[in-house]
């Protein structure tokens, strides 16, 4: 007659269970048992009837295998270090949601930090994230300087490094959408906000509307071209720079904005001067951020796929880190214009007046 588990060596649901516990009480082998839970090569030989009772009693007493046995035994922390400016950053969380679903399809972890835009940061951070064993690093919108010794890849890097891969918009085609919709508007007189330095977008997108602006003949006079110097994620940005904008005194029917949320804070601005917004002038985003849609008026933007960005980059970096294959430098990503409620013809009465 078998022996009878007692209550000392029975495992109770809800209590911690270790794999050899588990073993004892289905009568089967630690080796056996982490072959079916971890659906390992070989399982196959192992009979379905045994299978089934594994994972019942795992189910049953709520057992998880030992992450720091799983990365002792080999040699992985199974985790990332994701660095991005401001956890309040709309186009950074959008890209981190993409992240996200892949890391955990995935059985990753990641150690998030934001830098604030602080270069002293953006250097230290990844020092850090390595003491915690981190594999490989995730940056998003993150002006960099120097090469990695882990694997590495760039949502909006622009820079070339070694050893990192950048994930980049076609910015020309950007400029493209963006300046031939407001030309066949009928558009002449337009005023664009430009990034900060700090923002690793900010030149490539700035040198690539500028030299589509001047091959069409509408490139604005200085008094139409206003940086953006605030270092925070908010409308504000918009709205200080779009003021700065009207003070100027010189006439304007349509403004580009740098990205969507400067496009919020600057249509408050015309809309605080007595303008409407698209009837008097035009305003067209970047980055279709969840909002755009649903202000008002809705943004015509030009359309960034931030989660399916963020999801490539994932897949990238995990590609990177387990060496499956090697990768070109850049993987381009293609902008797509998106037309809603804030952008139309210029109003004849403006155009009159700018010829009396």
């Not at 078998?2 to 029975?10: D, F, G, S």
């Not at 199974?78 to 400016?85: I, M, R």
């Not at 709309?90 to 059985?107: I, K, N, S």
Request: glycine share 6%; with cysteine.
């Amino acid at each position: 007659m078998p022996k009878r588990a007692t209550t000392e060596t029975r495992p109770q649901p809800g209590q911690p269970i270790s794999l050899k516990t588990l073993g004892e009480y289905l009568n089967l082998s630690p080796a056996t048992i982490s072959l079916v839970l971890n659906n390992a090569p070989g399982v196959r030989s192992i009979p379905q009837e045994t299978r089934d009772r594994v994972l019942e009693a795992a189910a049953k007493f709520d057992y998880r295998p030992s992450f720091y046995a799983r990365s002792l035994r080999k040699r992985r922390s199974f985790s990332v270090g994701v660095l991005l400016p401001d956890l309040n950053d709309h186009y950074a969380t959008e890209v981190l949601a993409g992240v996200e679903e892949v890391l955990m399809e995935e059985g990753y972890f990641y150690l998030l930090a934001s830098h604030r835009r602080k270069a002293d940061l953006v250097q230290e951070y990844p020092r850090l994230l390595m003491e915690r064993s981190v594999e490989g690093f995730l940056f998003i919108d993150t002006i960099l300087e120097d090469r990695f010794h882990l694997p590495a890849v760039a949502v909006a890097g622009h820079r070339r490094i070694e050893g990192v891969t950048n994930v980049v918009l076609d910015q020309k085609r950007a400029a493209e959408l963006t300046l031939r919709h407001l030309y066949q508007l009928g558009h002449r007189r337009i005023a664009f906000m430009r990034g900060g330095s700090y923002s690793s977008d900010a030149d490539d997108r700035w040198e690539c509307l500028m030299t589509l602006a001047r091959e069409m003949k509408i490139a604005p006079p200085p008094e139409l071209c206003a940086r953006l110097d605030l270092r925070v994620s908010t409308p504000e940005m918009g709205f200080a720079t779009a003021n700065e904008l009207l003070e100027s005194g010189e006439d304007f029917t349509a403004l580009v904005a740098y990205n969507d949320v400067t496009a919020i804070g600057a249509i408050r601005a015309l809309m605080n001067h007595g303008l409407h917004v698209p009837e008097d002038i035009s305003v067209v985003g970047f980055d279709d951020i969840q909002a755009a849609a649903f202000h008002n008026p809705s943004l015509t933007t030009i359309r960034q796929p931030l989660n399916q960005m963020g999801a490539a980059a994932a897949r990238v970096l995990l590609q990177r880190i387990r060496g499956q294959a090697t990768f070109p430098e850049i993987v381009p990503i293609h902008p797509e214009l998106v037309i809603r409620e804030s952008t139309c013809p210029p109003s004849p009465k403006r155009t009159r007046a700018r010829r009396h």
